[in-house]
Every structure is written in C-alpha cells, then in structure tokens.
C-alpha cells in the first residue's frame, strides 16, 4: 500500500486530490482563479468539505470563468447564495466576484496571472523536505508576501495561512512529506 501524507483521509476524493493535484505546479489561469477561491471558501473549514463541493462550486460561479464572474450583479450573488452545493457564506460568495475583478487586473499589469503570482516563489516550486505533516507550517514569509500584496490588490480571504494552502495546492511549493510516495516528484 503507498503511504501517503498524513492529511489524507481513506475517502477516495482526497485520495485522488492528493495524488494527482495537490502540489503539483498548475499555470492555467483559470485553474489558478478557481484555486484561489475555492481556498478562500475554504477558510474556517476543513479542505476536505470544499472539495467534496468542488463541482458546485464549478457550477454556481460559471467554471470559475473570470471575465463572467468579474460581472455578476446583486441578482445573481444573491441567487448564489442560495445554491445549497455550496457554503452560502455571503462574505465568501461576494469575495469571488470581487476577486474575479482584483484578478483581471492582475492579469491586465502582468500579462497573465501565472506570470504574477508565481514570482512569490522566484518562478519555480519550492522544494522542502519535511519529516512529517506536524514540521508543515501553516505559513511562511513567501506566503505573508503573497497575502500583503493580493490585499493591497483588493483580493478577499487571502490571508498568509489561505496564501500557504494555495501554493501548496498549486504546487508552488512540494510540501509531500518525506515518506510519501510523492515526495521526490518534481526533484529531478
């Protein structure tokens, strides 16, 4: 049986999630959007909830689309707010909508959001070598960094420990423990 981080659960979407997503890099706009929110959704609850609504949350705010979302009127968030597949948090569902703003003109100074966001990183994951899941910190400079500077950019539920999960989720940083099966992917 491959032994796994510790976070992961028997439950097969988290095992999938982890063996296929988690840390691996992502530099597809939308991707990196839809990431992006669906950390800051996450915010207070555990990782495992929000997946288990990542496909609602797909439906609910147009594929993660930032040009539609970016648009949405008080009709269509409070139609949001009333989708039962997600969490109806209204601080949260309006925090999409804004980020879908601050994110484009992140895109329209910096060509792409990729080219933005992974500089907190110099452009290339960070490769740590933690023993186990309790050494993981739930933040660090790069991702205090990243939260100052999306805040400055209007950017919601973007706080250092939110920013850490999303470059873990990105695979801005390999936080695969070291007797994880994963852990030397990526390292050459």
Partial sequence: MKKRCDWTTSD?????YHDYEWGKPKHDDQELFEMLCLEGAQAGLSWITILKRRENYRKAFDNFDPEVVQGYDEEKIQETLQDEGIIRNKLKVRSVVTN??????VKEEFG???AYIWKFVGGKPVLNEWEKHADVPASTDESVKMSKDLKKRGFKFVGPTIC?????STGMVNDHTKECFLYHAGRG
Avoid: C, E, R, S
């Avoid at 097969?12 to 999938?16: R, T």
């Avoid at 850490?164 to 873990?168: D, E, V």
């Fill in 12 to 16: 097969q979407i988290y095992i999938d």
């Fill in 164 to 168: 850490y999960a999303y470059m873990q």
């Fill in 100 to 105: 879908a703003q601050a994110f484009l003109k």
């Fill in 112 to 114: 792409t959001f990729d």
